[in-house]
Protein backbone atom coordinates (compact mmCIF):
# COMPACT_ATOMS: atom_id res chain seq x y z
CA UNK A 1 0.00 0.00 0.00
CA UNK A 2 1.09 3.27 -0.78
CA UNK A 3 4.28 2.14 -3.38
CA UNK A 4 4.66 2.43 -6.97
CA UNK A 5 4.21 -0.83 -8.97
CA UNK A 6 7.35 -1.51 -11.21
CA UNK A 7 7.25 -3.71 -13.77
CA UNK A 8 8.68 -6.93 -14.00
CA UNK A 9 11.21 -8.34 -16.44
CA UNK A 10 9.44 -8.53 -20.13
CA UNK A 11 6.88 -6.07 -19.32
CA UNK A 12 6.00 -4.03 -22.74
CA UNK A 13 7.44 -0.33 -22.67
CA UNK A 14 5.19 2.18 -24.59
CA UNK A 15 6.81 4.87 -26.65
CA UNK A 16 5.28 9.07 -26.68
CA UNK A 17 7.26 11.04 -29.58
CA UNK A 18 10.99 10.68 -29.10
CA UNK A 19 10.82 8.71 -25.28
CA UNK A 20 10.35 5.29 -24.30
CA UNK A 21 8.07 5.13 -21.43
CA UNK A 22 7.13 2.33 -18.92
CA UNK A 23 3.80 0.81 -19.32
CA UNK A 24 3.26 1.78 -15.44
CA UNK A 25 3.70 5.53 -16.85
CA UNK A 26 1.74 5.79 -19.94
CA UNK A 27 -0.25 8.65 -19.48
CA UNK A 28 1.01 10.25 -15.51
CA UNK A 29 -0.12 13.40 -14.97
CA UNK A 30 -1.94 14.08 -17.83
CA UNK A 31 -5.89 12.89 -16.51
CA UNK A 32 -7.65 13.90 -13.20
CA UNK A 33 -10.11 16.69 -11.93
CA UNK A 34 -9.25 19.68 -9.67
CA UNK A 35 -8.48 17.52 -6.44
CA UNK A 36 -5.97 15.27 -8.15
CA UNK A 37 -3.89 13.76 -11.12
CA UNK A 38 -5.18 9.98 -11.76
CA UNK A 39 -5.49 8.11 -14.56
CA UNK A 40 -8.79 6.56 -13.21
CA UNK A 41 -12.61 7.64 -12.34
CA UNK A 42 -14.34 5.94 -9.36
CA UNK A 43 -17.88 4.58 -9.31
CA UNK A 44 -19.95 5.82 -6.24
CA UNK A 45 -20.92 2.96 -4.41
CA UNK A 46 -24.00 5.12 -3.29
CA UNK A 47 -25.56 6.12 -6.60
CA UNK A 48 -23.12 4.04 -9.48
CA UNK A 49 -22.35 7.01 -11.04
CA UNK A 50 -19.03 7.43 -12.18
CA UNK A 51 -16.92 10.55 -10.88
CA UNK A 52 -13.53 11.77 -10.82
CA UNK A 53 -12.94 11.50 -7.29
CA UNK A 54 -15.19 11.55 -4.25
CA UNK A 55 -14.61 15.61 -3.64
CA UNK A 56 -16.27 15.84 -7.06
CA UNK A 57 -19.10 13.48 -6.51
CA UNK A 58 -19.77 15.64 -3.30
CA UNK A 59 -19.80 18.92 -4.97
CA UNK A 60 -22.41 17.57 -7.59
CA UNK A 61 -24.58 16.24 -5.28
CA UNK A 62 -24.79 19.15 -3.05
CA UNK A 63 -27.13 21.10 -4.79
CA UNK A 64 -29.80 18.23 -4.92
CA UNK A 65 -30.13 14.62 -3.28
CA UNK A 66 -26.98 15.93 -0.97
CA UNK A 67 -25.09 12.73 0.24
CA UNK A 68 -21.27 12.22 0.35
CA UNK A 69 -18.86 9.33 -0.63
CA UNK A 70 -17.07 7.32 2.29
CA UNK A 71 -13.53 6.85 1.03
CA UNK A 72 -13.18 3.21 2.47
CA UNK A 73 -16.97 1.90 0.54
CA UNK A 74 -15.91 2.87 -3.27
CA UNK A 75 -15.21 -0.88 -4.42
CA UNK A 76 -14.90 -0.49 -8.64
CA UNK A 77 -12.85 2.22 -10.69
CA UNK A 78 -12.68 2.66 -14.62
CA UNK A 79 -9.49 3.43 -16.22
CA UNK A 80 -9.35 6.18 -18.21
CA UNK A 81 -6.93 4.78 -20.90
CA UNK A 82 -8.63 2.03 -21.41
CA UNK A 83 -12.61 2.48 -20.43
CA UNK A 84 -12.48 -0.66 -18.39
CA UNK A 85 -14.72 -0.97 -14.79
CA UNK A 86 -12.70 -2.97 -12.69
CA UNK A 87 -12.36 -3.91 -8.66
CA UNK A 88 -9.91 -1.12 -6.56
CA UNK A 89 -6.30 -1.82 -7.31
CA UNK A 90 -3.37 0.04 -8.16
CA UNK A 91 -2.43 -1.17 -11.89
CA UNK A 92 -5.66 -1.57 -14.91
CA UNK A 93 -6.33 -5.27 -15.15
CA UNK A 94 -7.28 -5.00 -18.63
CA UNK A 95 -4.01 -2.33 -20.42
CA UNK A 96 -1.60 -2.70 -17.05
CA UNK A 97 -1.14 1.22 -16.64
CA UNK A 98 -0.48 2.21 -13.09
CA UNK A 99 -3.76 4.56 -12.01
CA UNK A 100 -2.24 6.43 -9.42
CA UNK A 101 1.23 6.43 -8.91
CA UNK A 102 0.40 6.70 -5.66
CA UNK A 103 -1.93 3.91 -4.45
CA UNK A 104 -3.56 3.16 -0.89
CA UNK A 105 -5.63 0.08 -0.62
CA UNK A 106 -7.36 0.97 2.69
CA UNK A 107 -8.70 5.05 1.27
CA UNK A 108 -8.98 3.68 -2.44
CA UNK A 109 -7.04 6.75 -3.16
CA UNK A 110 -5.25 7.48 -6.15
CA UNK A 111 -2.79 10.07 -7.12
CA UNK A 112 0.15 10.80 -9.78
CA UNK A 113 1.28 13.82 -8.29
CA UNK A 114 3.39 12.07 -5.42
CA UNK A 115 5.36 15.47 -5.12
CA UNK A 116 2.38 16.07 -2.23
CA UNK A 117 4.43 13.65 -0.80
CA UNK A 118 1.06 11.16 0.35
CA UNK A 119 1.32 8.93 2.92
CA UNK A 120 -1.20 6.82 5.20
CA UNK A 121 -1.85 7.33 9.10
CA UNK A 122 -3.33 4.49 10.49
CA UNK A 123 -4.01 6.13 13.20
CA UNK A 124 -6.03 8.81 11.66
CA UNK A 125 -7.12 5.63 9.17
CA UNK A 126 -6.94 8.21 6.16
CA UNK A 127 -4.28 9.05 3.76
CA UNK A 128 -2.56 12.64 4.30
CA UNK A 129 -0.21 14.50 2.53
CA UNK A 130 3.04 16.88 3.26
CA UNK A 131 5.69 13.93 4.06
CA UNK A 132 5.39 11.04 6.70
CA UNK A 133 8.41 12.08 8.30
CA UNK A 134 7.34 15.77 8.91
CA UNK A 135 3.91 14.81 11.18
CA UNK A 136 3.31 13.01 14.12
CA UNK A 137 -0.07 11.89 15.44
CA UNK A 138 -1.25 13.21 18.48
CA UNK A 139 -3.40 10.49 20.27
CA UNK A 140 -5.28 13.01 22.66
CA UNK A 141 -6.48 15.33 19.78
CA UNK A 142 -6.84 12.16 17.23
CA UNK A 143 -4.99 14.19 14.29
CA UNK A 144 -1.78 14.40 12.46
CA UNK A 145 0.14 17.45 13.48
CA UNK A 146 3.31 19.20 11.94
CA UNK A 147 6.51 17.31 14.60
CA UNK A 148 7.19 21.14 15.19
CA UNK A 149 4.48 20.59 17.35
CA UNK A 150 5.34 17.55 19.31
CA UNK A 151 5.29 18.02 23.14
CA UNK A 152 4.39 21.86 21.90
CA UNK A 153 1.30 22.12 21.80
CA UNK A 154 -2.21 22.26 24.20
CA UNK A 155 -4.02 19.11 23.65
CA UNK A 156 -7.51 19.22 23.50
CA UNK A 157 -9.43 15.92 22.90
CA UNK A 158 -10.19 15.10 19.34
CA UNK A 159 -9.60 18.90 18.43
CA UNK A 160 -9.79 18.27 14.45
CA UNK A 161 -13.03 16.13 14.57
CA UNK A 162 -15.11 18.95 15.06
CA UNK A 163 -16.28 21.97 12.84
CA UNK A 164 -14.20 24.78 12.09
CA UNK A 165 -15.92 27.66 14.11
CA UNK A 166 -15.61 29.49 11.24
CA UNK A 167 -17.11 28.52 7.91
CA UNK A 168 -18.29 25.39 10.12
CA UNK A 169 -16.64 22.76 7.56
CA UNK A 170 -15.24 19.42 9.26
CA UNK A 171 -11.78 19.57 9.93
CA UNK A 172 -10.79 16.25 10.35
CA UNK A 173 -10.87 15.39 6.36
CA UNK A 174 -10.47 18.59 4.94
CA UNK A 175 -8.30 19.44 2.07
CA UNK A 176 -8.24 22.93 3.49
CA UNK A 177 -4.73 23.82 5.80
CA UNK A 178 -5.45 24.33 9.81
CA UNK A 179 -3.59 26.33 12.27
CA UNK A 180 -3.50 25.04 16.05
CA UNK A 181 -4.35 27.59 17.92
CA UNK A 182 -2.37 28.14 21.35
CA UNK A 183 -5.22 27.23 23.06
CA UNK A 184 -5.61 23.74 21.42
CA UNK A 185 -8.39 24.37 19.40
CA UNK A 186 -8.14 24.44 15.54
CA UNK A 187 -9.39 26.18 12.83
CA UNK A 188 -8.84 26.75 8.57
CA UNK A 189 -5.70 28.79 8.30
CA UNK A 190 -7.41 30.97 5.95
CA UNK A 191 -10.41 31.79 8.14
CA UNK A 192 -7.93 32.12 10.82
CA UNK A 193 -6.11 35.04 8.53
CA UNK A 194 -9.58 36.71 7.54
CA UNK A 195 -10.64 36.28 11.50
CA UNK A 196 -7.45 38.60 12.03
CA UNK A 197 -7.68 40.58 9.28
CA UNK A 198 -10.99 41.64 10.79
CA UNK A 199 -9.11 42.45 13.75
CA UNK A 200 -10.50 39.42 16.28
CA UNK A 201 -7.38 37.92 17.76
CA UNK A 202 -9.04 35.50 20.52
CA UNK A 203 -10.05 31.92 19.90
CA UNK A 204 -13.87 32.33 18.87
CA UNK A 205 -14.42 28.95 21.13
CA UNK A 206 -12.55 29.91 24.50
CA UNK A 207 -11.72 33.30 23.97
CA UNK A 208 -7.90 33.03 24.66
CA UNK A 209 -5.70 34.74 22.86
CA UNK A 210 -4.82 33.21 19.54
CA UNK A 211 -1.83 35.76 18.28
CA UNK A 212 1.67 37.11 20.92
CA UNK A 213 0.01 40.70 21.79
CA UNK A 214 2.93 41.74 23.71
CA UNK A 215 3.20 44.78 21.65
CA UNK A 216 0.03 45.40 21.39
CA UNK A 217 -0.88 45.57 25.30
CA UNK A 218 2.20 47.53 25.81
CA UNK A 219 0.66 50.10 23.25
CA UNK A 220 -2.26 50.13 25.18
CA UNK A 221 -0.18 50.18 28.43
CA UNK A 222 0.73 54.03 27.01
CA UNK A 223 -2.82 55.11 26.25
CA UNK A 224 -3.98 53.66 29.28
CA UNK A 225 -1.37 56.19 30.94
CA UNK A 226 -2.16 58.98 28.36
CA UNK A 227 -5.43 59.29 29.47
CA UNK A 228 -6.70 60.00 32.78
CA UNK A 229 -9.69 59.84 33.78
CA UNK A 230 -12.32 62.23 35.17
CA UNK A 231 -12.69 61.63 39.23
CA UNK A 232 -15.78 60.29 39.03
CA UNK A 233 -14.88 57.35 37.02
CA UNK A 234 -11.98 56.69 39.59
CA UNK A 235 -12.60 53.52 40.87
CA UNK A 236 -11.66 49.63 41.55
CA UNK A 237 -13.54 47.28 38.96
CA UNK A 238 -13.31 43.11 39.54
CA UNK A 239 -12.15 41.72 35.72
CA UNK A 240 -11.91 37.91 34.83
CA UNK A 241 -8.90 37.20 32.69
CA UNK A 242 -10.16 35.06 29.51
CA UNK A 243 -5.79 33.86 28.97
CA UNK A 244 -5.26 32.92 32.67
CA UNK A 245 -8.81 32.23 34.65
CA UNK A 246 -7.71 34.53 37.26
CA UNK A 247 -9.72 37.43 39.19
CA UNK A 248 -7.97 40.55 39.37
CA UNK A 249 -9.08 44.11 41.23
CA UNK A 250 -7.95 46.79 39.06
CA UNK A 251 -9.00 50.58 38.40
CA UNK A 252 -11.46 51.34 35.65
CA UNK A 253 -10.36 52.51 32.53
CA UNK A 254 -12.53 53.07 29.15
CA UNK A 255 -10.19 51.40 27.27
CA UNK A 256 -9.15 48.40 28.77
CA UNK A 257 -8.64 46.37 31.83
CA UNK A 258 -5.16 44.51 32.25
CA UNK A 259 -4.93 41.63 34.42
CA UNK A 260 -2.66 41.68 37.46
CA UNK A 261 -1.72 38.43 37.05
CA UNK A 262 -0.51 37.88 33.39
CA UNK A 263 -0.67 41.25 32.04
CA UNK A 264 -3.00 40.43 29.43
CA UNK A 265 -5.76 42.66 28.17
CA UNK A 266 -8.35 40.33 27.14
CA UNK A 267 -10.68 40.25 30.01
CA UNK A 268 -14.14 40.52 30.98
CA UNK A 269 -15.69 42.67 33.70
CA UNK A 270 -17.02 39.85 36.66
CA UNK A 271 -18.40 40.25 39.99
CA UNK A 272 -16.30 40.73 43.40
CA UNK A 273 -15.61 36.80 44.41
CA UNK A 274 -17.32 35.43 47.13
CA UNK A 275 -13.67 34.35 48.33
CA UNK A 276 -11.25 37.02 48.25
CA UNK A 277 -8.34 34.83 48.12
CA UNK A 278 -9.56 33.98 44.56
CA UNK A 279 -10.02 30.12 45.45
CA UNK A 280 -13.82 30.16 44.58
CA UNK A 281 -15.05 30.84 40.92
CA UNK A 282 -16.55 34.25 40.44
CA UNK A 283 -19.58 34.58 37.80
CA UNK A 284 -18.89 36.64 35.20
CA UNK A 285 -21.17 38.86 33.13
CA UNK A 286 -21.05 38.44 29.31
CA UNK A 287 -22.61 42.15 28.72
CA UNK A 288 -19.52 44.09 29.50
CA UNK A 289 -16.81 41.83 27.97
CA UNK A 290 -13.24 43.73 27.06
CA UNK A 291 -12.24 41.80 24.68
CA UNK A 292 -9.35 42.75 22.31
Same mark, same amino acid.
Given at each position: M?G????????????????????R???K?????????R? /????????????A?????N? %? @????????I??????K?V????D????????????????G??? /?????????D??????????C???????K?N????????????V?????? +???????? +?N??I??E???D?L?? @?R??????????E??????????? @??P?C?????D?TH?W %???? +????A??????Y?????????? /??K??E???H??G???????S???????????L?????P? @?S???????
Amino acid at each position: MGGAHFPGEGEVVAGEGDAVVPLRDVGKMEHGCEHYRRR /CKIVAPCCGEVFACRHCHND %A @TASGDRHTICRQDVEKVVCLLCDTEQPVSQVCINCGVNMGEYF /CDVCKFYDDDTEKGQFHCYDCGICRVGGKENYFHCAKCGSCYAVALRDNH +QCVENSMR +QNCPICYEYLFDSLKG @TRVLDCGHTMHMECFSEMVEHNKY @TCPICSKTALDMTHHW %ALLD +QEIEATIMPPVYRYKVWVLCND /CNKVSEVDFHVIGHKCSHCNSYNTRSTSRPADLSGSSSPS @TSDSSENNP
